[in-house]
């Protein structure tokens, strides 16, 4: 089984709202990330988790805060968000050896208004 | 800068034909490398994972990979149009606990009937 789950599918939020997207994986994978794409752009890297630890953040902005309450869950805390912060959010998890294999989850579009 | 890189296309094909996507890699530290196909409105999909020189077939997917030439491609024969979506190229040096992936801008393949 190699699913990913990401909820909720859509969101909608105004700048001055709070709002967290979650991820779930029951693949055993110690790895978990958050990724932002835009359209018609690759998925960029947000942020790494590996053993549940933060282990890369690509200086995202701290209006984004993720968190990793253990191996199967992650989490994305939304706060004070833009406009142009509106985007597909996809998580993922991976082993951490041999092969890195990243499995996306279906992704939370989000919409700030 | 680590730099992975493909023709944005469209690449258009007709049904039945072989399709070649290629991509080229800057980073010779490189392990693992990766073949996403991604629908309009959806999330990547894992479709093909090749870590050594040469050829990896599965079903209507072969992935090449070249290390010398920092290249790696990828073939669909017997193309559908069900195939039409982007396809992104990822590398991935996979060095410590981090699987991070550096993926390319992506080729979109047009299969037509």
């Known amino acids: 089984d190699t699913e990913v789950t990401q909820t909720p599918k859509h969101l909608v939020m105004g700048m001055t709202n709070k709002k967290s997207l979650k991820c779930e994986q029951h693949?055993?994978?110690?790895?978990m990330y958050w990724y932002k794409q835009k359209a018609k752009k690759p998925p960029e890297l947000m942020f790494v988790?590996?053993?549940?630890?933060?282990?890369i953040n690509e200086s995202v902005p701290s209006r984004f805060s993720p968190e990793c309450p253990n191996s199967s869950l992650l989490n994305l805390h939304l706060h004070a968000l833009q406009p142009e912060d509106s985007a597909l959010y996809l998580c993922?998890?991976?082993?951490?050896?041999?092969?890195?294999?990243?499995?996306f989850g279906p992704g939370t579009r989000l919409t700030v208004t | 800068q680590k730099e992975v890189e493909q023709n944005s296309g469209p690449l258009s094909v007709p049904e039945g034909a072989i399709a070649s996507l290629n991509c080229t890699y800057s980073d010779r530290g490189s392990q693992s490398f990766f073949w996403y196909r991604q629908y309009s409105g959806k999330s990547p999909e894992l479709i093909m994972s090749i870590y050594s020189n040469g050829d990896k077939e599965d079903g209507r997917f072969t992935a090449q990979l070249n290390k010398a030439s920092q290249y790696v491609s990828l073939l669909i024969r017997d193309s559908q149009p069900s195939d039409s979506a982007t396809y992104l190229c990822a590398v991935s040096t996979g060095t410590g606990n981090t699987g991070k992936l550096i993926f390319g801008q992506g080729t979109t393949l047009q299969v037509k009937p």
């Open positions: 993922a998890s991976s082993q951490l050896r041999p092969d890195y294999e990243q499995y």
């Open positions: 988790y590996s053993y549940e630890k933060l282990s």
């Open positions: 693949m055993g994978h110690r790895a």
